[in-house]
Nanobody
């Protein structure tokens, strides 16, 4: 069973920058997408930043476009979400999610979540 381990996050002032990363316990050789999903208290999950096996990225939330960047490091089996110009509204628990329908068995695995707090 592939494990996802999140790291990074923490407390930052508005306008600051922070990274969150997610490492898999083994290399994924089949086609996959790695997603970052966040959830603030009392709110629905959003963000929807993702990167696929080929390095193609997508950001489904307009408010993070131009501020957040997702990248991957195949040598480290990890994906990083670089966040800049952070706003109080970005405060949430950030989860990574690996979806690999071509893996055997197919995977839909979540990391444990990393807290990001933006506050002055």
């Amino acid at each position: 069973q592939v494990q996802l381990v999140g790291s990074g996050g923490g407390l930052v002032q508005p306008g600051g920058s922070l990274n969150v990363s997610c490492a898999t316990s083994e290399r994924i050789t089949a086609l996959y997408t790695m997603n970052w999903v966040r959830q603030a208290p009392g709110a629905q999950r959003d963000l929807g930043a993702r990167i696929d096996s080929f390095g193609r990225t997508n950001y489904s939330l307009d408010s993070v476009k131009g501020r957040f960047a997702i990248s991957k490091d195949d040598a480290k089996n990890s994906v990083t979400l670089q966040m800049s110009a952070l706003e109080v509204e970005d405060t949430a628990v950030y989860h990574c999610r690996l979806v690999c329908p071509g893996c055997y068995p197919s995977l839909d695995a979540w990391g444990q979540g990393t807290q990001v707090t933006v506050s002055s």
